[in-house]
């Protein structure tokens, strides 16, 4: 028996994402999956180590560890014109935001790395992403960079938007903004992760078939979201390009990355890998 580790943040929509695995609605092979729930952060710094075999990461977090994983071209996690929301108590200008203190939720999450873009010049001041709108409003932050349902629900606790980093990012390139994505480690061999990537994929495809029941499951990490506002959030970050990146969700991975060693905030260039689709059998190496 094979037993797999796979990680995800507490969320709605990666819990949708992975309802058929965790619920045994699906045939795994034989395959038992153990799942860990934990911050996309902490998720980061563990795929560091080596320690999980399947993980959701940032995007920018694969920069670092593209030696030894390679991104699954299923369960990826893509803003279309919407993305990480940079807020403040007051209406700002993208000049304010120079030299300014943002609450941040980890160096090594897409959300940063598109903020140095927007704007390289600010003190970061890293802050657990569920505890990012207290900074702002108890003035720790002068601005707060938020993930997860925060995205849908600053303008109730009085915050205001400076800048939408998915619709920045949209103007920049005309892409998607690609936060985060499904990584595997590569020494488990070509035929495990093909399996696995079979796996992700009907799951996926079997949350977004039976949505209801899906998001039942989902509302369990919804923190505090209404049913209708998890399902809007649900249905912001799993969809088509879940199921697969395609061409344009490939390019946006790419061009980010590019653009951050552009900017040196990434150090090094980056050849990004996406495994075998198991569903289609088309190459996905880059």
């Known amino acids: 028996m094979t037993t797999i580790h796979i990680a995800h943040s507490p969320d709605s929509d ?11 609605k699906i045939d795994t092979d034989g395959i038992v999956y153990i799942h860990e729930l934990a911050d996309i952060e902490t998720l980061n710094q563990r795929a560091l180590r080596g320690e999980l075999e399947v993980t959701a990461a940032s995007i920018h977090a694969y920069a670092y560890l593209a030696d030894r994983y390679a991104l699954l071209p299923h369960g990826a996690s893509m803003g279309d014109r919407y993305g990480p929301r940079l807020v403040a108590t007051s209406p700002m ?4 935001v120079r030299g300014k203190r ?30 990012i709108e207290e900074a702002v409003l108890n003035a720790d932050a002068d601005m707060g960079l938020l993930i997860h349902e925060g995205q849908l629900t600053y303008a109730e606790a009085g915050l205001s938007l ?6 920045w990012w949209y103007q920049e390139t005309g892409l998607p903004l690609p936060l985060g994505g499904n990584i595997i480690r590569k020494d488990l061999g070509a035929d495990l992760i093909a399996t696995i990537s079979r796996h992700l994929y009907a ?26 506002q998890a399902d809007t ?32 905030i990434i150090p090094h260039p980056v050849t990004v890998e996406f495994v075998v689709d198991a569903v289609d059998n088309r190459s996905r190496g880059l």
């Open 14 to 24: 990666d819990a949708f994402m992975f309802y058929a695995l965790a619920e045994g």
């Open 93 to 96: 200008s993208r000049a304010d």
């Open 102 to 131: 943002i609450a941040v939720p980890g160096p090594l999450t897409t959300a940063y790395l598109t903020l140095k873009l927007y704007e390289p010049d600010f003190v970061a001041l890293q802050t657990p992403f569920d505890k």
């Open 162 to 167: 400076v800048e939408d980093m998915g619709e």
């Open 203 to 228: 799951s996926i495809s079997y949350g977004l078939s039976h949505r209801h029941k899906a998001l039942d499951h989902a509302m369990r990490y919804a923190r505090g979201l209404e049913r209708e």
């Open 233 to 264: 959030f649900v249905g912001m970050y799993v969809n088509d390009l879940t199921l697969d990146y395609g061409e344009k969700g490939r390019e946006a991975v790419r061009r980010l990355l590019a653009r951050g060693v552009e900017a040196g």
